[in-house]
């Protein structure tokens, strides 16, 4: 590298990004205690399992085509028509592998697979103790590297169309990644069907019984360790923003190149969790699941305009989507029928448009990007149709970010989750039979997952003193 | 003989540290059939799964369904 300042912001830079991954990676042991917990004791290898592979899965194929998408197609189709095939981002880049002119592409690439995991980790839970792990893992390619990645494209980057032309402003992922994720859950959902024993002759709900709450309640602990590194790899950690010419400007910047403080989003990042933990648990009587649940609805809530929200506005926008997806989650289960075990849809899904929604009223007005040298971001030609401020750049309004959040949600996710999941149920890769079903999908290990409980531990100790003639 | 990094007598002309530098759109088709490959062996693992729960359950008494409502 030419001089120390370069030496030292790239070498930080490299090295925050890689730490957001072993951060987020948290994510996926909350997600597998998580759902492990809460499936019964015959489903147990069968629900750890198919949530493990959708981290394999899912980071090849972002190799293969998911982090090009995110590249190739942010101008696409609006600002321009051309995809180009030299982004460096190819499967076939020198610079996805060790290449000592480059420093930046591997740890943000796989800052981004680890987003594209955590997207299909989200659906992973809902369907639980009925969905096959071969047509889970073909939806998990869609949900993981496609639903999400091209919704990110246009407007989660600073050269992004959706950003340049509506002003679209989504810094933690609320309508970008949870709202496709929840709402292809959605349609994927309603192609399923609810677990057998779900719901009564008369349409009641049963509550089926979980095996293990603990596990539950830790393994949300571990997802919101793991929501930080989330947050952390949105930023751009250190950069000069300042224009051509000028005096520099070192600064932390949202992923839109406007210059944040990580100081501020520690605090939003906290409040958001503080305001989703107490509604919920105050809206639901005490009841442990959706009181973790609620450290997430809060945050997901609050994730589009936590960088720049005050703690306090972080805490009440946490609040009221907390008590809307705890709403409709009731809702919906009773009037619909729909069986989501994990509460993806409400917690993902619902947040996820509500947060897109609310920061575009809450934040109206805010420049939606910051050009400049340093962070690569430039202003594209007619930029801010629904209007610029006086340096002429985009500004943030509800209109965009309510039709930003709307093509999200309906055209990454409801519609195309539940086309892919009647196409699996057509080729009979859906959902296993209800023999299946009943007896377990963990087949013959079953006796095996608890051997203390099942007798099989016993049977095995008889043989052993037996043996020992005692 | 070196498939890649030979000498570190000229840094600054560094660039790639991997073996056979040039193959990348070879190792791209190899990571290609990793997957289709991998999606293979998966459906074919778990119809057999299936099957073998299928005969376990066909030999144990009729779990009392009637009170379950199946979904499909």
Known sequence: ?470 | MSTGLSSLSKLPELTTLYPFAGAEYVYTLILLGFIVVFFMWQTAMEQLHIKKIMGEAKSEPAPSAAAFAPAE
Not at chain 1, 259 to 266: A, F, M
Not at chain 1, 335 to 343: I, P, Q, S, T
């Open chain 1, 1 to 470: 590298m030419a001089n120390e300042t370069t030496a030292l912001t790239t070498l930080f830079t490299e090295f925050y990004f890689f730490m957001t991954i072993v951060l987020m990676f948290f994510i996926h042991v909350g997600f597998c205690m998580y759902e492990v917990g809460v499936s019964r004791t015959k489903n147990l290898q069968h629900t750890l399992l198919k949530n493990t592979m959708a981290i394999p899965v899912v980071g090849l194929v972002f190799l293969l085509f998911g982090m090009w998408f995110y590249i190739a197609l942010q101008a696409w189709p609006v600002g321009s028509t051309a995809v180009s095939f030299e982004t460096g981002f190819e499967p076939w880049s020198q610079k996805l592998a060790p290449n000592i002119t480059d420093r930046i592409s591997g740890v943000f690439w796989a800052a981004f697979a680890l987003f594209g995991m955590t997207a299909a980790s989200i659906v992973s839970g809902s369907i639980i103790e009925r969905a096959k792990t071969t047509g889970f893992l073909i939806f998990a390619v869609y949900v993981g590297a496609v639903s999400w990645v091209i919704p990110a494209a246009w407007g989660w980057a600073g050269n992004g169309w959706m950003v340049q032309y509506l002003g679209f402003h989504d810094q933690y992922c609320s309508a970008v990644l949870h709202a496709p994720a929840g709402f292809a859950t959605l349609g994927l959902l309603l192609a399923l069907g609810p677990r057998i024993g779900k719901f009564g002759p008369a349409g009641e709900v049963r509550e089926i019984p979980i095996h293990n709450p603990w596990m539950v309640t830790l393994g949300i602990f571990l997802i919101f360790i793991g929501f930080f590194g989330f947050y952390a790899a949105c930023h751009i950690p250190i950069v000069n923003v300042a224009a051509e010419g000028a005096p520099a400007f070192w600064t932390a910047t949202n992923i839109y190149g406007v210059p944040i403080t990580l100081s501020g989003v520690t605090l939003n990042f906290l409040f958001a969790l503080f305001g989703g933990m107490i509604t919920a648990y105050l809206i639901s009587g005490g009841n442990s699941f959706w009181t973790y649940s609620g450290g997430l609805t809060g945050l997901i809530s609050a994730s589009a305009g936590n960088d720049f929200y005050h703690p306090i506005l972080a805490l009440i926008i946490a609040s009221a989507g907390t008590v809307l997806a705890y709403t409709l989650h009731n809702f919906v289960e009773r009037r619909f029928k729909l069986d989501d075990a994990v509460g993806a849809v409400a917690v993902h899904g619902y947040c996820g448009v509500f947060g897109g929604l609310v920061a575009g009223f809450v934040l109206w007005g805010y420049p939606a990007v910051m050009p400049s040298p340093g962070t690569l971001i430039s202003l594209s030609e007619g930029a801010g149709w629904f209007g610029t401020n006086a340096e002429g750049l985009p500004i943030v309004t509800p209109m965009g970010n309510a039709i930003c959040t709307a093509v999200f949600a309906i055209g990454f996710g409801l519609i195309p989750g539940y086309i892919i999941g009647m196409l699996l149920k057509g080729f009979g890769l859906l959902r296993v039979p209800a023999a299946v079903e009943v007896s377990g999908l963990d087949g013959e290990v079953v006796p095996y997952n608890y051997p203390a409980v099942s007798g099989t531990e016993a049977a095995f100790e008889a043989i052993v003193k037996q043996e020992a003639k005692l």
